[in-house]
């Protein structure tokens, strides 16, 4: 995206702000509560119309465009809370994406779900209600459901929050392995630091609605500016915590 | 791949669910019709008339989780509909003067002219949902009242077209246990295949959650809109074989009471599965014709009991209060007959399993 402006009456969510994602890679991004990484990726996938600037795939403007559309042009996303379809089965949670974007028939669909569930550990539930699932087991099918959908690009809502530190290390072994598995790129939301920079080839950095820096891990990690806007006072030791 | 045998299993097997609610459906309607008496025929051509109309609200609300309050209007219009095709030819220069000429000189065959009626109905509330269906569950619930209301209103004041108020009389009564029962297994698949389809599994996805499924691709007001116009076809034929079984129609018929039975029905049995539809309408109906006959005052060892005027109405509120508090999925809590077990054990109880887990595997 170039140069999106999203205001809601006087606040700026987001302040022309420039976000590119690369293919088959994963993209980082960071930034305070509030900064305004939620509205980006709504921004992204049509959720939230841009007040000023530009969205492309490619060299194919996306701008108010609807989320069904982005979402058939290959823009797929997970949500920070979670939306399973909570009286359907997971398999079924996971299929609607690939009969909604791509229509396939449902039991094309079933299957190509079924490949993703047991790629991504969650086969042995596939027929359970996904409202009934444990909070690790439904992060992992929203993300089955953001792949199932054939997407170039997925984004991805803080898909690590609230996880304990095994499930979350391997949730993010699977993500690295995304880009390559499936063909597309990655924007991963994280907020723990270590995860994020041993997670991504890139890092973008949001503070208050802005970009205030990009680069790979170490350079971020060393970016004055970033340590000021995201850490406070902190300095380089709680940084490689 | 292994252990996937859900994946590709939900026609074949589950085929026996439409086939099991139909088929005992069936045999009651031939055991009714031609060896029963002829008063409990009626009762049964009844109770079949309101689970196609159940059924009808059943295919749209259950899977797109919006109630529609406003089927009993298409009803309405089909039972007019069907009753311009068929009604009273010397009368109706007269009664129905504002009719258009190929109607009002000549009269139709019933069932093309039934069939005719339902794709009216159809096409109205094709385009009523073009504009309800873009408002939020709620929003969208209360305009398929005001259509009821819209109904009501103009119906009952196109003197020239509907005789405005008064009762329409002398249609022609050829509704039978068996014909509608007919209807009742065309609605019986209809509702199983709309349900087991792609339309009503992303319904039923944007049922519990708009946002996600809309960022799965699935373009809602079109599907909504699909399955309101598939399910008003249907409370159209339950509207003419209504005014056919009576062999009379008027606007008042097609109002509040109406309504407000088959939501109970359908809630009392569940919104969430087809046999929890069918029970519904079957054992409302049986605490309606027991009230009833107590109402019309029974002698019970020399006694005369009798239950005030209005006590139907209040004992099925009170059915519907107590299921709501007490089993707010309905009596069938949203599973469906596993036919497949109750024919493999030929036990007398009848399982129930998962519906919505795809219709299949959930153990
Ligand atoms: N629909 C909305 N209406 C009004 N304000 C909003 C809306 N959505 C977000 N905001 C505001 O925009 C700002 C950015 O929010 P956003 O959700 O994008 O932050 P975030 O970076 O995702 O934060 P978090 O880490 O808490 O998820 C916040 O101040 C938020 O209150
Ligand atoms: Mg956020």
Same mark, same amino acid.
């Given at each position: 995206?170039?140069?999106? =402006?999203?205001? $809601?009456?006087? /606040? @700026?969510?987001? #302040?022309? *702000? ?9 993209? +980082? ?15 992204l ?12 795939l ?14 058939r ?8 809370? =979670?939306?399973? $379809?909570?009286? /359907? @089965?997971?398999? #079924?949670? *996971?299929?609607?994406a ?6 396939? +028939? ?56 609230g996880?304990?530190r095994?499930?979350? #290390? ?16 990655v ?32 350079e ?12 406070g006072?902190?300095?380089?030791q709680?940084?490689?915590? | ?32 019709q ?7 025929a009626v ?7 309101r ?9 749209f ?5 919006i ?5 009993v ?142 960022a799965?691709?699935a ?38 009471d ?40 029974v ?25 709501l ?25 009848v ?12 153990e």
């Amino acid at each position: 995206m170039e140069g999106v =402006g999203v205001r $809601f009456g006087r /606040l @700026s969510a987001l #302040d022309g *702000v420039d976000l590119k994602l690369r293919p088959n890679s994963v993209t +980082g991004l960071i930034g305070p509560n509030g900064a305004g990484k939620t509205t980006a990726v709504n921004v992204l996938t049509g959720f939230q119309k841009p007040t000023s600037g530009k969205i492309f795939l490619g060299s194919q403007e996306l701008t108010g465009h609807t989320p069904e559309e982005f979402a058939r042009q290959g823009v797929t996303r997970s949500f920070q809370s =979670g939306r399973l $379809f909570s009286k /359907l @089965s997971v398999i #079924d949670n *996971v299929a609607s994406a690939a009969i909604g974007i791509r229509r396939l +028939g449902r039991t094309k669909a079933r299957e190509h779900a079924y490949g993703i569930l047991e790629w991504i550990g969650c086969a042995d539930v596939a027929s359970a209600f996904a409202g009934t699932l444990p909070h690790g087991v439904q992060q992992r099918v929203g993300l089955a459901r953001a792949i199932a959908g054939f997407p170039s690009f997925i984004l991805l809502d803080e898909p690590a929050a609230g996880l304990g530190r095994t499930d979350c #290390d391997g949730l993010i072994a699977l993500i690295q392995k995304i880009p390559s598995k499936f063909e597309c790129g990655v924007l991963l939301i994280e907020h723990n630091m270590t995860v994020i920079m041993n997670a991504c080839s890139s890092i973008v950095v949001f503070a208050g609605g802005r970009r205030i820096a990009e680069g790979t891990p170490a350079e971020v990690a060393h970016d004055a500016e970033v340590r000021r806007a995201y850490l406070g006072s902190a300095n380089e030791q709680t940084m490689a915590i | 791949m292994k252990n996937n045998r859900f994946v590709s299993s939900i026609p074949g097997d589950t085929w026996l669910l439409p086939s099991a609610l139909a088929i005992p459906l069936g045999v009651v309607a031939v055991g009714v019709q031609y060896f029963g008496p002829p008063t409990i025929a009626v009762t049964v051509t009844e109770i079949y008339i309101r689970l196609v109309a159940a059924l009808a609200i059943y295919m749209f609300s259950s899977n797109t989780g919006i109630i529609s309050y406003g089927h009993v209007a298409f009803m309405g219009i089909g039972a007019y509909a069907s009753a311009w095709q068929t009604c009273c030819v010397m009368m109706k220069p007269i009664t129905m003067h504002g009719l258009p000429a190929f109607l009002k000189t000549a009269n139709f065959p019933v069932v093309p002219s039934a069939i005719a009626a339902g794709v009216l109905a159809a096409v109205v509330a094709l385009v009523a949902s073009l504009v309800i269906m873009r408002l939020n569950s709620i929003a969208a619930a209360i305009a398929t009242f005001a259509l009821l209301f819209i109904f009501q209103s103009v119906y009952g004041h196109w003197d020239s077209v509907t005789m405005g108020v008064s009762t329409m009389i002398g249609l022609p009564q050829y509704v039978t246990p068996v014909h509608v029962w007919i209807w009742v297994a065309i609605a019986i698949l209809v509702a199983f295949i709309l349900q087991n389809s792609s339309i009503g599994l992303m319904l039923r996805a944007s049922r519990d959650e708009h946002t996600a499924a809309r960022a799965c691709g699935a373009r809602i007001l079109k599907y909504r809109v699909i399955a309101f116009t598939i399910s008003a076809f249907f409370a159209g034929i339950a509207g003419v074989m209504l005014g056919h079984r009576i062999g009379t129609i008027s606007v008042a018929t097609f109002h509040l009471d109406l309504t407000f039975l088959l939501l109970a029905m359908v809630v009392v049995g569940g919104l969430r599965s087809l046999s929890g539809v069918v029970l519904g309408v079957i054992i409302v109906s049986v605490i309606m014709e027991v009230l009833r006959l107590f109402q019309g005052g029974v002698s019970i060892g020399g006694q005369i009991v009798s239950l005030p005027a209005g006590s139907v109405q209040i004992g099925i509120a009170l059915v519907m209060i107590l299921v709501l508090r007490f089993r707010p999925d309905g009596i069938a809590k949203g599973l469906e007959f596993d036919v497949k077990r109750w024919l493999g054990r030929s036990s007398d109880e009848v399982a129930l399993r998962r519906s919505d887990s795809g219709s299949s595997a959930a153990e």
